[in-house]
């Protein structure tokens, strides 16, 4: 879908969520963070449980939009 997106919206930016880190991984961040390599995208983890990286996410979010304009 990331290559359907990039054909309507060439310059449309992406970062990859680890999410629910208060849980037992089954994606080691590791891994979260080569596929952010991969994809020359920003990584954070959040727990939407606990709250613990929302306020990254949401900074990361507003940088990437203001990065567009």
């Known amino acids: 879908w990331r290559d359907e997106v990039l054909e309507a919206l060439p310059r449309?930016?992406?970062m990859v969520v680890g999410n629910k880190i208060d849980l037992d991984r089954s994606v080691s961040s590791a891994l979260g963070r080569k596929a952010a390599a991969y994809f020359?995208?920003?990584y954070v983890e959040t727990s939407a449980?606990?709250?613990?990286g929302v306020p990254d996410l949401f900074e990361t979010l507003a940088i990437?939009?203001?990065q567009l304009g």
Do not use: D, R, W
């Not at 449980?49 to 613990?52: A, P, Q, V």
């Open 12 to 14: 449309q930016p992406f």
């Open 40 to 42: 020359e995208a920003p």
């Open 49 to 52: 449980l606990t709250g613990e």
């Open 64 to 66: 990437l939009a203001l």
